[in-house]
Structures are given as structure tokens and as C-alpha cells.
């Protein structure tokens, strides 16, 4: 009767079992094996790109994409603020310096004009990043026209974080195949998921055989075992991968009723002052992995964490907006480049955002019971 509504729960397609018992039956119950090369061609193919490597996580993708770069010591990398820790935390292992880049109005993902201006300080500086980490937000693509036009005039390489916006679309093509490195999350919150794991893609085929080599401990080609660079474990499992086959071949079909779930949200609520949902920019086309919305401080008398609570005494789940970087106590200290002097977007999104429960298993029925508690507290 009274289930919790949650944020984002997982949603098999049926079809898990059979990939599944294909790998206990040949017995590659394995960090390798048939599903794992058949989910990396099958994602490569979907994403657009020439290839793809699995890993054990979304946040393993991005480390193996800084260190394919050759991130080090010292090094600075640009990165967007308003995102989760695990965009950022791979900077921070490979002893790296995490810049932070504020957001914009149109898509609450990184500005390019606080990006063009980091850049010409870094150049200033005569220390250039050595890569640029852009999210795509809850399935929204950045402005990745204008990101990467910057990028190129510095030659910095982009690693596109498309955890949250596999299935997106910017400008017909797939987000995430944009930056030099792509990566994508299947963790249990994400549009599809394997339990835990990611991607990263490339059309460089060399990297990400490196990739692999570095994601299987980096054993050099001996009889013996020989090893001459630190390597990881962070391959996917031949299981996992077989999880991930079923959920990509329902991709399409979650995208749409993610969708179809933000839609209802506005038909709803969108008459209501003062709240405003998040944009899609014009040319893309988001998978809306989860519904997020601001409430006008000046208009809407509730604030997002007294909604949160009232939700939350309905048995709903519904979250804060992330909490920008830069104003983490773990990156204190960090360099931070606003949008504009007098306004600094990402923080403002913060304090007036917050996120809905966007399942594309959530019944219609839950639903109305989700609108009608926000209609009650919003009236
Ligand atoms: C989920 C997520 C990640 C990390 O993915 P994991 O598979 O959980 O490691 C990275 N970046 C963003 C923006 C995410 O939402």
C-alpha cells in the first residue's frame, strides 16, 4: 500500500535472465568474456563512437580517462561545479589540482564564458589544464559547441561525463561522444543500469586499449607476471555486462518515459508561479533522467528542503539539487570561475533546486499521489 516512491529505482526489461544464465552456462563468470565484448561493441555502436571499454564504474571510467591524458601530479584540470564528488574525485587520485567552472541559465551546465575566462587566466599563468571534465546534468547536454570551440583554441581535451545523459541527444548526435573521452555510469540510479558499472568511449582505439590494459593491472606483455606502471582493477564483470545488454536494448524506451514523467510534472505544475523546470536548449534533446525544478525564493513561501520533508512524510523520496563543488569542504581552497561577478549560477540552483522522483517504473497512480502532495504544500 503505502511503498516508497523513490528518486530513481532500477527497471529490468526481462530479458536480464537470459545474458545472465548465457554466462553461468559457459562458466565466464568473469571480469571479462563474451557479454562484456558484446556490450562494448553494442554501446559503441549506439553512442556513435568507434569504440567502447567497459569498467567496473562510471567514476573508473573518468580515472582511466585522466590518466590516459596523463594527468599527474600538479597538474590542473577544469571541471564543472554543479555536479556529484565522483566527476571531481579522480582529479584528487592522481594528486591532480580540480578547478571548478560555474554553470549557465540555459542548461545549469558549464559556462562557456566562465570557461573562456579560466582559460585565458591559465594561459596567463603559462599553465594550460591538461583536461576539461563537462557534465551533462540529469540528461541535459552542456553547450558543447561553444565548450569545445574554446577547448580547441587551448588544445586542451574534453572528457565528456555523460553518466546521467546516456540516450540524450545534442544536435542529433549521442551525448557523451562529444569530448575526446566519453564516460557513462550504469550504477543502480541511472537510466539503465548493470547494479554498478560505466563506459568510457572513444574513437581513439589505441587509448582505449590502453585502457583496458590499465583496467586489468597493467601486466605487461611476459609469461611471467611483469608489471612496469600502476594499474587497476576495473573491469566489468562478464555478469554486469550481461545485465547492461538487456537494459540497452530498453534505452529508447526508458528515455521516453522519462520523459513522458517530466511532461506530466508540467502539465501539473506548471501553472504554479514561481517554479520553473529545468530548460532544454534548443537542438537537444534530453533523456530527463530525473525532473528538476527550481522554486523563486521570492515567489514560492516552501523551500526546497521544507518540500523535501513534507515528500518525505508521504513516503517520497525527492532530493536536493547537487551541491556545487567548489562550496565542498573536500575542495576547499579549490579555484573557482563564476558565470559573472554578481552571480554565481550553480549556487543559486543549489539553494532553490530540487529533484523528483523520475523512475520510468513509477506508476501513473504514484505519480498523482507525488503532484498532489506538491500542489498541496505549493498552494
Ligand atoms: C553517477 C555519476 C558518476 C559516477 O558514476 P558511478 O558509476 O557511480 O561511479 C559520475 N558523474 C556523474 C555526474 C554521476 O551522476
Known sequence: ??????????????????????????????????????????????????EAAATSSGTAAIHLALELLGVGRGDKVFCSSLTFVASANPILYLGAEPIFIDSEEETWNMSPK????????????????????VVNLYGQSAKMDELITICDEYGVPVIEDAAESLGSLYKGKKSGSFGYYGIYSFNGNKIITTSGGGMLISDDVDALARSRFLATQARDAA?????????????????????????????????KARRNVFDRYVEALGEIEGLHFMPELEGTYSNRWLTALTLDPNIVKVTPYELIDALEG??????????PLHMQPLFEGCKFYPHSEDNVVSKRLFEEGICLPSGSNMTAEQQEKVITTLKTQLS
Open 223 to 255: 609469461p611471467h607476471y611483469q608489471h612496469s606502471k600502476i594499474g587497476y582493477n576495473y573491469r566489468m564483470s562478464n555478469i554486469l555486462a550481461g545485465i547492461g545488454r538487456a537494459q540497452l536494448e530498453v534505452l529508447d524506451e526508458r528515455v
Open 114 to 133: 566562465a570557461l573562456a575566462c579560466a582559460m585565458r587566466e591559465a594561459k596567463a599563468e603559462g599553465k594550460i589544464p591538461k583536461a576539461v571534465i
Open 314 to 323: 508521504e513516503c517520497i523520496e525527492a532530493r536536493p539539487v547537487w551541491k
Open 1 to 50: 500500500m503505502n511503498k516508497r516512491i523513490l528518486l530513481s529505482s532500477p527497471h529490468m526489461s526481462g530479458n536480464e535472465q537470459k545474458y545472465i544464465n548465457e554466462a553461468f552456462e559457459t562458466n565466464w563468470i568473469a571480469p571479462l568474456g563474451p557479454n562484456v565484448n558484446a556490450f562494448e561493441d553494442e554501446l559503441a555502436n549506439y553512442a556513435g563512437t568507434k
